[in-house]
């Protein structure tokens, strides 16, 4: 059965529990310590009533060397039920955030991700930021671990070829 993609007015920590059967780390991020943002904008998919999707955008910025900071629309929180991986669900709610994420004027999207998972981003278009990414922590800013990935959302957007610094939270 086709599944669509939905604006959600919202999305609670027992939202993503109806997504992940309440898995107690399901980005597998719980070692790094890092403590990430909430997401204000919500795409999920439900099937039969259940929602089984979700990727999240937050507005931030980054910036590099000199230069000005650069409005970027962080993605995060991208997950799938266990049971309905596979059959293209984080590529609807990726291109519906990243679609919604163009329109608000945002230069770049911006996630995080294990390296693993970098092959499913770079068949939805994104890339790896070749440079390291500093993130900001309630202690101060630090390395981020996991891989920086990048997407064009305004014409002839061009990526920093050194190292970023998130000018927040990661999302
Ligand atoms: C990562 C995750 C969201 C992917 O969801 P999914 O619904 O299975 O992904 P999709 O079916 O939409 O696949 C998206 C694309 O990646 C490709 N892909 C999926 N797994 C892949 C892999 N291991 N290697 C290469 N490509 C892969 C798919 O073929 C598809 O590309 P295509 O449409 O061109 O064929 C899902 O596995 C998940 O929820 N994982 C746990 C939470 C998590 O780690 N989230 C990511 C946080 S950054």
């Not at 970027?72 to 293209?88: C, D, I, K, T, Y």
């Not at 970098?118 to 990414?133: D, F, H, I, Q």
């Not at 002839?156 to 050194?162: I, L, Q, R």
């Amino acid at each position: 059965m086709p599944m669509s993609v939905i604006r959600l007015a919202r999305y609670t920590p027992a939202d993503r529990d109806e997504i992940t059967g309440r898995a107690a780390d399901p980005f597998g991020t719980a070692g790094t310590g890092l403590i990430w943002r909430d997401k204000d904008v919500h795409f999920g998919v439900r099937h039969d009533g259940r929602l089984v999707a979700h990727a999240g955008l937050v507005e931030t910025s980054v910036s590099a060397g000199d230069g000005d900071p650069v409005r970027v629309a962080g993605l995060g929180g991208v997950v799938v039920a266990p049971e309905v991986r596979g059959q293209g669900l984080a590529r609807l709610v990726v291109t519906a955030a990243t679609e919604h994420a163009r329109r608000t004027g945002a230069e770049f999207g911006l996630l995080f991700c294990w390296p693993r998972l970098v092959p499913v981003y770079e068949r939805l278009g994104w890339r790896v930021s070749a440079g390291g990414t500093r993130v900001e922590q309630p202690g101060g800013a630090v390395d981020m671990p996991l891989r920086t990935m990048w997407t064009p959302l305004a014409e002839d957007a061009t990526w920093p070829s050194g190292s970023v610094r998130l000018l927040s939270l990661p999302m």
